[in-house]
């Protein structure tokens, strides 16, 4: 027997055949009904829902294939399964393109009608699971809007009201933080709240796109442009015409881009490689930056002009070691988030677990928190996670006892040596494997990091 009774209606011109097929599911624990031919069942269909319809191909006054084009949307989530004894195969596809998800042919055994309609409670489980899963997951993407952003924090709140004031305007908006502070997030609930939010949000990060490739990849090009332009291709501008433009890490731009970047911001008009005319666009742009475009300015690596161009507002998102008080309330978000991506059922952090967190600098903000919350969901034995699915750094108490974990010994020079590994292995990892990115970072240049990889055999995943 079923938890839970399952309807089902059966649909057959023959009482007999009607009779026996009711006798043999009721033994099963559905709560069945009949109906005579496809009118009759189109009356029962409009004022009750029915999990399963079982329903003939031929009858009189309206056939099984009619009835399910006359039923269209009335018919709803119910399943149904449509038999004949003048079975073909071009009738079966007839069947299920009208919209059955099985056809069996008559004579048929009752175990064949009970495995057919066991399988199609599996479907319709299964189905009903997806709905659901698919609904949390929207749920978590849609985290555009700031409602839908997760902090306790003053200074995070103070943030969102004054995104929100500038988001209805066409303002140019400069957001900077550093890396793992949700820069892209900031953006993305300006967009949502702007009178833009139907149109493109494209969001890009400068530094990402080979710089030969730069002008191609933001203007488009027409055909026969250069070799290889076999046809016309819009650019990121063009494709975010009416839209929103996300600039995300606007000071890798090279000079020469930034040039050509002033001048869509000041006559709002582009020209694709190749071209012999501007084309007008309706973009607005957001732009981000981990770095100090002050500093960038004054040691011209970035144009004064662009920067009060972009610098119209700024908002500046602080760092999560200014901010502990929204660490339990993303540990929660989290961990709800990977419950239904990984389908675990974790429930909560201890409280030392915890203590840990609150009391970690995260070099890498709310990015770096995400991936410990991750890591510890995976790990966990049970539904709690706890200092042993932390990261071990997050768990030594004093630096001493860190390095010991990975350097024994007293000699400088091999310390040196294995904290330049680690050092360089950890920049590595936050710049995704990026050797120019994290050249940057550790301050070295690119050839001698490109040397100490090899040294080091530091393999990049």
Excluded at 254 to 264: A, S, T, W
Excluded at 411 to 431: F, G, N, P
Aim: glycine share 6%.
């Amino acid at each position: 027997m079923m938890e839970q009774n399952k309807t089902l209606l059966i649909v057959d011109d023959e009482e007999n055949m009607r009779h026996m097929l009711q006798a043999m599911v009721n033994r099963h624990g559905y709560s069945v009904e009949t109906a005579v031919d496809g009118q009759d069942a189109l009356n029962k269909i409009v004022r009750k829902h029915y999990d399963f319809i079982l329903c003939d191909i031929k009858m009189p006054r309206m056939d099984g294939i009619t009835f399910l084009q006359e039923a269209g949307d009335r018919i709803q989530t119910s399943t149904v399964i449509m038999m004949s004894a003048y079975g073909t195969i071009d009738m079966a596809m007839e069947a299920i393109k009208a919209g059955a998800y099985d056809f069996i042919s008559k004579p048929f055994k009752s175990d064949e009608v009970l495995l057919t309609l066991k399988k199609a409670e599996e479907r319709e489980s299964l189905r009903q699971e997806n709905r659901l899963l698919k609904e949390q997951i929207q749920e978590f993407k849609a985290s555009d809007g700031f409602d839908k952003m997760v902090a306790s924090s003053k200074s995070m709140h103070s943030l969102f009201t004054l995104a929100r004031k500038v988001a209805p305007y066409n303002t140019t908006v400069l957001i900077i933080g550093e890396s793992g502070t949700g820069k892209e997030l900031v953006a993305r609930g300006i967009y949502a709240s702007s009178p833009r939010n139907e149109q493109p949000f494209i969001a890009v990060n400068c530094g990402s796109i080979p710089e030969n490739l730069l002008e191609s990849e933001f203007f488009g090009y027409v055909k026969g442009a250069f070799t290889g332009a076999d046809k016309t291709r819009k650019g990121l501008l063009a494709e975010a015409n009416g839209g929103t433009l996300f600039l995300d890490e606007i000071g890798e731009l090279p000079l020469d881009m930034q040039v050509k970047l002033l001048r869509v911001l000041q006559e709002g008009e582009i020209k694709p490689v190749g071209a012999n005319k501007t084309e007008q666009i309706d973009v607005r742009i957001l732009a981000a930056t981990a770095r100090n475009l002050d500093d960038e300015v004054r040691q011209g690596r970035f144009r004064e002009d662009l920067f009060y161009r972009l610098n119209v507002l700024s908002i500046h998102i602080p760092p999560l070691r200014e901010r502990p008080e929204d660490i339990p309330l993303l540990c929660n978000h989290f961990i709800k988030k990977f419950n239904i991506t990984l389908g675990t059922s974790i429930t909560s952090i201890t409280a030392e677990a915890m203590e840990k967190l609150l009391t970690h600098t995260w070099p890498g903000n709310v990015r770096e928190l995400e991936n410990i919350i991750q890591r510890g969901i995976v790990l966990a034995e049970d539904q709690t996670i706890g200092l042993d699915q932390l990261p071990a750094h997050l768990v030594q108490t004093t630096p001493a006892e860190c390095f010991e974990q990975f350097f024994t010994g007293f000699s400088l020079k091999r310390a040196q040596k294995v904290m330049e590994e680690k050092i360089i292995a950890k920049a590595l990892q936050e710049t995704g494997g990026n050797r120019l990115q994290a050249s940057k970072l550790l301050e070295l240049s690119y050839p001698s990091l490109l040397s100490k990889i090899k040294d080091y055999k530091i393999v990049i995943e």
